[in-house]
């Protein structure tokens, strides 16, 4: 079955850095395109970053939210997928959820806290 783990989340300060990772398993990875998503309290899930699969080459998308500021990324060969994630704010603070849109399947999610 599809499986996605998230980890790699934690407490930064503003300005930080910090690199997400998706382990996926149950599924030809390298063949679908993947995202990353985040939700904050009180807020409702939004699309962070997104990473063609198959022949899409790997092109990528992001908004202008994250953009300049968040690299996607994916490993075939270990089918995992990245976030690294710079320059953070307050506002980035979240939890980081993996989601492959075929199927619509989500991993279980990794807290990002950005605080002084």
């Known amino acids: 079955q599809v499986q996605l783990v998230e980890s790699g989340g934690g407490l930064v300060q503003p300005g930080g850095s910090l690199r997400l990772s998706c382990a996926a398993s149950?599924?030809?990875?390298?063949?679908?395109?993947m995202s990353w998503y985040r939700q904050a309290p009180g807020k409702e899930r939004e699309l962070v970053a997104v990473i063609a699969g198959g022949g899409g080459g790997g092109s990528t998308n992001y908004p202008d939210s994250v953009k300049g500021r968040f690299t996607i990324s994916r490993d075939n060969a270990k089918n995992t997928l990245y976030l690294q994630m710079n320059s953070l704010k307050p506002e980035d603070t979240a939890v980081y959820y993996c989601?492959?849109?075929?199927?619509?399947?989500w991993g279980q999610g990794t807290q990002v806290t950005v605080s002084s």
């Open positions: 149950g599924f030809a990875f390298s063949s679908y395109a």
């Open positions: 989601f492959r849109p075929t199927g619509a399947y």
